[in-house]
């Protein structure tokens, strides 16, 4: 069941373990209401996919993820025709004196269905229940690929040559994320509700890491918050998300880290840092400073 306002969007996020503010509670809400797709920005590990994983729960259905990757084209995206079914009912028909039409070669139970299609079509499951896509880091594919969207996102439909048009008969919703490597196409964007993700404020960051580190105790929790913020105030090549966040916690907590101190931090730095330029900047002096901002 779908939700009926904002304030039930961002409730019913928040018992999926997701904190969304409003203005994204909001975008989610339209997206659903006006069954539009809802375009993801932001940098990498602040919360785009879990977004969707988060609106799956809410609707009590599965998620569909398309990961995109150069190269990616329909038959790893949309659908392929499974041939070595097809070449020995040809050859079953043949045995058994028939001859064998397009229609009888190319039906549903010979189509190998991917993520795309399988969107448009009901849920196995729960015939009933709407279905999410989630087409995730959309700037890695090619921009033929993009072009190739924007019937699926325009009409929720598609059509494949030797089987006809398919539509969909309820609307998936459909969450596409980007991190912003390239520019993604305006017509793409045009067809699509938008939100731009950022860094959530320290409070909101606090909420997440402690219902998704539990084990990690409430004043390492704040400790390491306000570290992660400090650390995001410098000029490093690629600050920790909220996911490198909670992944910290989580190592702490398995090392038994009790309390945040320069060799604890040291140690542990490769779970929030993913680049050599940005360990080496972060030095004694640099750490210590970062510890002394107060929780």
């Known amino acids: 069941m779908e939700p009926g306002s904002i304030d039930e969007t961002l409730a019913r996020l928040a018992a999926q373990q997701y904190f969304a503010s409003r203005e994204l509670a909001t975008a989610l809400f339209l997206a659903l209401k006006m069954q539009r797709p809802l375009f993801l920005e932001g940098e990498p590990g602040v919360g785009k996919t879990e977004l969707a994983k988060a609106a799956a729960g809410l609707l009590g259905t599965s998620m569909l993820r398309l990961q995109c990757y150069e190269g990616l084209d329909t038959a790893s995206a949309l659908y392929e025709w499974d041939y070595p079914r097809q070449i020995m ?77 398919v539509r969909a008969e309820r609307p998936p919703l ?97 779970v929030l840092l993913k680049y050599q330029d940005d360990l080496t900047r972060l030095d004694g002096e640099t750490i210590a400073r970062c510890l002394a901002e107060p929780a």
């Open 89 to 165: 009912a040809l050859r079953l028909a043949e045995a058994a004196g028939e001859q064998p039409s397009n229609d009888s070669l190319y039906r549903s139970e010979f189509l190998l269905k991917r993520p795309l299609l399988q969107a448009l079509l009901p849920d196995p499951l729960d015939a009933g229940a709407r279905r999410v896509l989630l087409i995730d880091e959309i700037d890695r594919a090619d921009e033929p690929f993009e072009a190739f969207l924007l019937e699926l996102l325009s009409d929720f439909q598609v059509s494949i040559p030797e089987y006809g048009t």
């Open 174 to 270: 459909v969450v596409m994320t980007s991190n912003r490597t390239r520019e993604v196409h305006d017509a793409l964007k045009r067809r699509c509700l938008y939100k731009w993700i950022g860094y959530p404020a320290r409070d909101v960051e606090l909420a997440i890491v402690a219902a998704r580190a539990p084990e990690a105790g409430a004043a390492l929790q704040a400790r390491a918050v306000a570290f992660v913020h400090q650390l995001r105030t410098l000029d490093l090549f690629k600050a920790p998300g909220v996911a490198e966040t909670i992944d910290w916690c989580r190592a702490l907590a398995a090392l038994s880290v009790s309390e945040l101190d320069p060799q604890s931090v040291q140690d542990t730095l490769g």
